[in-house]
T-cell receptor, first 117, second 113 residues
Framework: DARVTQTPRHKVTEMGQEVTMRCQPI?????VFWYRQTMMQGLELLAY????????DSGMPKDRFSAEMPDATLATLKIQPSEPRDSAVYFC???????????????FGQGTRLTVV | KQEVTQIPAALSVPEGENLVLNCSFT??????LQWFRQDPGKGLTSLLL?????REQTSGRLNASLDKSSGRSTLYIAASQPGDSATYLC????????????FGTGTRLLVSP
């Protein structure tokens, strides 16, 4: 049963601490997304990777957020330093973009619920 | 800038009713449209995917339609059940170089026994 796996599921941290969220995309998927969900803003795209290369991170606050894909099986989203306004659910999703341009549906992980106090 | 709107924001119906959830988008240059279900505290589960060239997709009691020219999609749920209670989100994938999904704000559905 292929699925996107995110860790941790829940994280409570103090303001100023570093937070790292991890995502294992579905094997064979070549695109990875990070989304943030809040009550006020709904779901917002933070970053997008294709074949491990970051193609769009315009939705991400650059001064404190960073996203990487060290290898095809791991994507990370890091916040340093964290602030209370970062409290949200962070979702990772993966999909396929084929050479011919065919795109599959996006499959989402269960999310990481982050609380910064 | 693409904007996706879902109406109604919340809906409460008795079990057994057929219901329609609406999704509208401002930019018709979409690649596909996806309907998701989200249970409280959970992730998103993909329900139906409609390619821009398609008019509708069906899965069990669910039927999604797409009218790209008018910027509208509907999700029809037949014979609703309490287990259908969740938030339903529609998302459009833009017809640009990458697969950005733009989400609506969702419709919170409650089906009472």
């Amino acid at each position: 049963d292929a699925r996107v796996t995110q860790t941790p599921r829940h994280k409570v941290t103090e303001m100023g601490q570093e937070v790292t969220m991890r995502c294992q995309p579905i094997l064979g998927h070549n695109t990875v997304f990070w989304y943030r969900q809040t009550m006020m803003q709904g779901l917002e795209l933070l970053a997008y990777f294709r074949n491990r290369a970051p193609l769009d991170d315009s939705g991400m606050p650059k001064d404190r957020f960073s996203a990487e894909m060290p290898d095809a099986t791991l994507a990370t989203l890091k916040i340093q330093p964290s602030e209370p306004r970062d409290s949200a659910v962070y979702f990772c999703a993966s999909g396929i973009l084929s050479i011919g341009g065919r795109r599959t549906e996006a499959f989402f992980g269960q999310g990481t619920r982050l609380t910064v106090v | 800038k693409q904007e996706v709107t879902q109406i109604p924001a919340a809906l409460s119906v008795p079990e057994g009713e057929n219901l329609v959830l609406n999704c509208s988008f401002t930019d018709s240059a979409i690649y596909n449209l996806q309907w998701f279900r989200q249970d409280p505290g959970k992730g998103l589960t993909s329900l139906l995917l409609i390619q821009s060239s398609q008019r509708e997709q069906t899965s069990g009691r669910l039927n999604a339609s797409l009218d790209k020219s008018s910027g509208r999609s509907t999700l029809y749920i037949a014979a609703s059940q309490p287990g259908d209670s969740a938030t339903y989100l529609c998302a459009v994938m833009m017809n640009t170089g990458f697969q950005k999904l733009v989400f609506g704000t969702g419709t919170r559905l409650l089906v009472s026994p």
